[in-house]
T-cell receptor
């Protein structure tokens, strides 16, 4: 089955700096890669996703890049703000998985004011 | 606005008790999921269902069962609760084929003593 790994497990940045979170996946048949954000005490929510036919997608301060050859994808957050502090989960889905997502273990991002 | 609700936010049960966790969604989603979330282990899939009365095992189904008698409701059952099932349980739902976004419920913090 699919295996998704996230690196690093924690990340601390200064407010205003950029943050990059990387994920690798194992199944070359995976074709959909979402990122979820979970603030403390709240439910995970989708913030951005990318499909395998696209190399990059942007939405305001966040972007996701996908490298299918290397089987990794990354979340980029620019001009970080304290409200970006949260746990971020990457995930992958393949076509034969009945809409099932395989999640990484999550990374805790701390933005220092 | 998608709404996924769970029957309890906090639950305390004794070892050996039968425990029911219920999840209801109001968006006519075909797919429903049960995850458990533990620190450092991310979101691990217990069971999912892609149609009424259909179910598939996830990554950690041992000690759990599920029931989906109606499209909007998905129940997680712990037949005989054990202390190692103390965890946060998250329900989620999604459409098939339109979007793969999973909408999460608020979670149930279960403590087994």
């Amino acid at each position: 089955g699919e295996n998704v790994e996230q690196h690093p497990s924690t990340l601390s940045v200064q407010e205003g700096d950029s943050a990059v979170i990387k994920c690798t996946y194992s199944d070359s048949a995976s074709n959909y890669f979402p990122w979820y954000k979970q603030e403390l005490g709240k439910r995970p929510q989708l913030i951005i996703d990318i499909r395998s036919n696209v190399g990059e997608k942007k939405d305001q301060r966040i972007a996701v890049t996908l490298n299918k050859t290397a089987k990794h994808f990354s979340l980029h957050i620019t001009e970080t703000q304290p409200e970006d502090s949260a746990v971020y989960f990457c995930a992958a889905r393949n076509t034969g998985a009945n809409s099932k997502l395989t999640f990484g273990k999550g990374i805790t991002l701390s933005v220092r004011p | 606005d998608v709404k996924v609700t769970q029957s309890s936010r906090y639950l305390v049960k004794r070892t050996g008790e039968k425990v029911f966790l219920e999840c209801v969604q109001d968006m006519d989603h075909e797919n429903m999921f049960w995850y458990r979330q533990d620190p450092g282990l991310g979101l691990r899939l217990i069971y999912f269902s892609y149609d009424v009365k259909m179910k598939e095992k996830g990554d950690i189904p041992e000690g759990y069962s599920v029931s989906r008698e109606k499209k909007e409701r998905f129940s997680l059952i712990l037949e005989s609760a054990s202390t190692n099932q103390t965890s946060m349980y998250l329900c989620a739902s999604s459409w098939t084929g339109i979007s793969y976004e999973q909408y999460f419920g608020p979670g149930t913090r279960l403590t087994v003593t």
